[in-house]
């Protein structure tokens, strides 16, 4: 038996799983996700825990099974407390400036670029720190991603989109020796 798939969610207050038609769905204070289940995987929700098992031993379904438990483990997570990312902008005349459900970045390129973000996340943009927070895992990584992906930290001067307390292992440049 997988170590994580079968250990049991603890549900906490406010939270609610129901399992309807294949798929789990997950209400809570910071809003509602479902997941589509997959198949040889079986959900068993009850008032203050949800437990995870498969039908049989074959080896792509026990590989499924802690995937499985994961996935509802970070839907009650998300919409109990949410998630967030930290993104900073590291370099000389970089900006960014929130309005609405778009980020309009300076990032040294000769135009603006714009970023449209989807509607279930929340961006906040304070002075060169982006945080990024909602409910879903999966999607506040992969915004956080494809801001980074804007203009990824460069290895000589640092200068680019990192997360937060990221380390860019830093190259030296030229060493300044002529070529006899």
Same mark, same amino acid.
């Given at each position: 038996?997988? +170590?994580?798939?079968?250990?049991?969610?603890?549900?906490?207050?406010?939270?609610?799983?129901?399992?309807?038609?294949?798929? &789990?769905?997950?209400?809570?204070?910071?809003?509602?996700? $479902?997941?589509?289940?997959?198949?040889?995987?079986?959900?068993?929700? $009850?008032?203050?825990?949800?437990?995870?098992?498969? $039908?049989?031993?074959?080896?792509?379904? +026990?590989?499924?099974?802690?995937?499985?438990?994961?996935?509802?483990?970070?839907?009650?997570?998300?919409?109990?407390?949410?998630?967030?990312?930290?993104?900073?902008?590291?370099?000389?005349?970089?900006?960014?400036?929130?309005?609405?459900?778009?980020?309009?970045?300076?990032?040294?390129?000769?135009?603006?670029?714009?970023?449209?973000?989807?509607?279930?996340?929340? &961006?906040?943009?304070?002075?060169?720190?982006?945080?990024?927070?909602?409910?879903?895992?999966?999607?506040?990584?992969?915004?956080?991603?494809?801001? +980074?992906?804007?203009?990824?930290? $460069?290895?000589?001067?640092?200068?680019?989109? +990192?997360?937060?307390?990221?380390?860019?292992?830093?190259?030296?440049?030229?060493?300044?020796?002529?070529?006899?």
């Amino acid at each position: 038996m997988s +170590r994580i798939g079968k250990r049991p969610i603890s549900l906490p207050g406010g939270v609610s799983v129901s399992i309807e038609a294949g798929k &789990v769905v997950v209400t809570g204070p910071k809003g509602t996700l $479902e997941y589509r289940l997959l198949p040889g995987i079986n959900v068993e929700a $009850e008032t203050d825990k949800v437990t995870i098992s498969r $039908e049989s031993d074959a080896a792509e379904i +026990r590989a499924r099974h802690g995937l499985v438990r994961s996935l509802i483990q970070n839907m009650v997570t998300g919409v109990s407390k949410g998630f967030e990312k930290k993104l900073e902008l590291q370099g000389v005349g970089y900006r960014v400036a929130s309005q609405g459900h778009q980020l309009k970045f300076n990032i040294g390129f000769s135009h603006e670029t714009i970023y449209k973000v989807p509607d279930s996340v929340q &961006v906040t943009a304070d002075q060169n720190v982006i945080t990024i927070s909602g409910s879903d895992k999966q999607l506040v990584g992969q915004v956080a991603a494809e801001i +980074r992906a804007l203009k990824k930290p $460069e290895p000589y001067k640092g200068k680019g989109i +990192r997360y937060l307390n990221e380390h860019i292992l830093r190259k030296s440049g030229k060493s300044g020796k002529e070529a006899a």
